[in-house]
């Protein structure tokens, strides 16, 4: 039963994988957290991860990945590259291999904790062309993993084929709805809560957070 049994949860203090995280405690016996430090545009992202980590008093690991940026420039760790849709190409927030390394790293940290669960927000719905984020990788990379450290890990991705909406609904389901809205940070501009209002980022959650409101004023 997965109650008896320990997850590392890939955790960046978004509302994705904060949600995640509940989720995770609510699954599973023990939880850890891993939080990646690449020289993301704002330390308040580390910052925020580590509060909510505490609020939730879960074990958490900042791993410096700072190589990640010296390998992949992008918008997201790049203050010089604007932040930009680009037609028919992944966007400028992409750092290619992002999700491979991330969930590559938290397994092998999860295995020295015996933790063979690894819970991670990608999602295939909003899919904004990052192919690390779809569900044949993901299912790719669980079987590479056991093959390459001979252990049974299960990777468990609880967002995949949920869309904003619901993933707000699922945070409600965990009763934490109020705390992923207030602290929590999506924001590109580095703005806790709903955020600046005009980044991508903050539009993406900003639309999925009145569609969930409408739906359940509907609903009441
Ligand atoms: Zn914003």
């Known amino acids: 039963m997965l109650k008896d049994e320990k997850a590392v949860v890939v955790f960046s203090g978004g509302q994705d994988s904060t949600t995640c995280l509940f989720w995770a405690k609510q699954t599973f016996k023990d939880v850890i957290a891993v939080t990646f430090d690449y020289g993301q545009r704002h330390d308040a992202?580390?910052?925020?991860?580590?509060?909510?980590?505490?609020?939730?008093?879960?074990?958490?690991?900042?791993?410096?990945?700072?190589?990640?940026?010296?390998?992949?420039?992008?918008?997201?760790?790049?203050?010089?590259?604007?932040?930009?849709?680009?037609?028919?190409?992944?966007?400028?927030?992409?750092?290619?291999?992002?999700?491979?390394?991330?969930?590559?790293?938290a397994a092998i940290l999860g295995k020295q904790f015996d933790a063979r669960h690894i819970?991670?927000?990608?999602?295939e719905t909003d899919f904004s062309g990052y192919p690390d984020c779809r569900d044949s990788f993901v299912k790719s990379l669980n079987v590479t993993l056991n093959l390459s450290?001979?252990?049974?890990?299960?990777?468990?991705?609880?967002?995949?084929w949920l869309d904003k909406k619901e993933t707000w609904a699922l945070?409600?389901?965990?009763?934490?709805?109020?705390?992923?809205?207030?602290?929590?940070l999506t924001?590109?501009?580095?703005?806790?809560?709903?955020?600046?209002?005009?980044?991508?980022?903050?539009?993406?959650?900003?639309?999925?957070?009145?569609?969930?409101?409408?739906?359940?004023?509907?609903?009441?």
């Open 187 to 220: 924001c590109y501009n580095g703005v806790k809560g709903s955020g600046c209002g005009e980044c991508p980022a903050c539009k993406l959650r900003q639309n999925g957070l009145d569609q969930y409101l409408e739906q359940k004023g509907g609903n009441v």
């Open 45 to 105: 992202e580390i910052n925020v991860a580590k509060e909510i980590a505490a609020h939730l008093d879960v074990p958490h690991h900042i791993l410096n990945m700072g190589l990640l940026n010296q390998l992949a420039p992008s918008a997201l760790t790049r203050t010089d590259i604007a932040i930009e849709e680009r037609e028919g190409e992944p966007p400028s927030t992409f750092v290619e291999g992002r999700n491979l390394l991330f969930v590559s790293f």
């Open 149 to 160: 450290m001979d252990y049974e890990f299960v990777i468990h991705t609880p967002l995949m």
């Open 119 to 123: 819970v991670t927000g990608v999602c």
């Open 171 to 184: 945070a409600d389901q965990l009763g934490a709805f109020a705390y992923v809205c207030e602290n929590t």
